[in-house]
């Protein structure tokens, strides 16, 4: 196997972090999230990860993968060549894998020693979006005659790849219909009844964090915090129970739709906080995650907007201790938070 000349370092990180801040937000359009305004909180994560580089050898996380260095190596040489892999790439000693199969006409060894890497992980979202990525960026080079690509173009063809993956990716049904749920009774007694029984499950499934998921991930990607990821899986784990739970309640008729989006929303959340904990090893999957994150997150207060609306306008109030009183209150107070008073 020939070494494949000239430098084959594709785009800086600023110039890719900037595409993936802006293409995950077309990847999250396409597979049914709704447009959202941008947090300032979400964006610098959406950059940190675009442009963590884990060992410090040069290469951000996702771009390990381009060249078959798993994405949580330690060592900043992964292939001996006696300098960091980021020096390496920009000096052009290492092929990307989806061309090493390219013949070319030299006789120079590669600098693999003749061997190829180790592919990225099989299924990653990672490893999809880099080997796309790079095949439209060879294509578009050679019809641009070989001479060197503009970053515009490189963000370009960034975007058309998570375009592509898309495509290919379709975002999880929701975790129950109308048809899964038991509609049983209506008014105050069985509104009261629903809010003991909800309120059990809430207090059962209580995570063991101290913040937020979001700050957890910040932690992580940020501060190298190693528990981080530990306290987002017990989140993750928590927002799926309590959906689980909550799913084989009977619900009181004036509360069904509702119901049914809360559940809906907490499964979602599971879903979207469990891919921030692959951060370390998927990083395109977290990318995407934090992408969804802020709509899956209006979601769920809208949800709790909705319920907190039903039983002020029944006005249900329960002194505290009593059982279903802390989800009433808490609800409750979400709505008056909010002013809402309009329901689906």
Do not use: C
């Amino acid at each position: 196997m020939g070494k494949i000349s000239g430098k084959w370092r594709i785009a800086g990180a600023t110039v890719l972090s900037a595409a993936f801040v802006v293409g995950a937000y077309v990847f999250a359009q396409s597979v049914g999230a709704p447009p959202v305004a941008q947090a300032s909180t979400e964006t610098a994560l959406l950059q940190a990860l675009a442009t963590k580089d884990s060992n410090g050898d040069g290469l951000p996380d996702w771009e390990k993968a381009l060249y078959g260095i798993p994405v949580n190596a330690t060592t900043t040489d992964y292939f001996h060549l006696g300098m960091t892999d980021g020096e390496a790439v920009a000096r052009g000693l290492i092929v990307p894998i989806a061309i090493a199969n390219i013949p070319v006409a030299t006789s120079s060894p590669s600098a693999s020693g003749g061997s190829l890497p180790p592919p990225p992980a099989a299924g990653s979202i990672t490893a999809a979006f880099t080997k796309n990525f790079l095949m439209l960026y060879l294509s578009a080079k050679q019809a641009n005659g070989g001479a060197p690509l503009s970053q515009a173009d490189t963000m370009t063809i960034a975007q058309e790849a998570l375009d592509q993956l898309a495509q290919v990716v379709t975002a999880a049904p929701d975790f129950k219909s109308a048809q899964d749920l038991t509609v049983s009774g209506s008014g105050p007694d069985a509104l009261k009844a629903f809010a003991a029984a909800a309120g059990a499950i809430f207090l059962k499934n209580t995570s063991n964090a101290t913040t937020s998921e979001i700050n957890y991930l910040k932690y992580a990607v940020e501060g190298n915090d190693a528990t981080a990821f530990t306290h987002i899986a017990s989140i993750s784990k928590a927002y799926r129970d309590i959906a689980v739970g909550l799913a084989v309640l009977p619900v009181p008729g004036e509360l069904a739709t509702t119901d049914l989006m809360l559940i809906n929303a907490l499964a979602r959340l599971s879903q979207i906080t469990s891919d921030f904990t692959r951060a370390d090893t998927d990083p395109l999957a977290a990318i995407l995650a934090l992408k969804q994150y802020p709509q899956a997150a209006l979601a769920l207060n809208t949800a709790f907007t909705y319920i907190g609306t039903t039983y002020k306008d029944a006005r249900i109030t329960l002194s505290a201790g009593t059982p279903g009183a802390s989800f009433v209150n808490l609800i409750t107070g979400v709505a008056v938070s909010r002013g809402a008073t309009s329901q689906p």
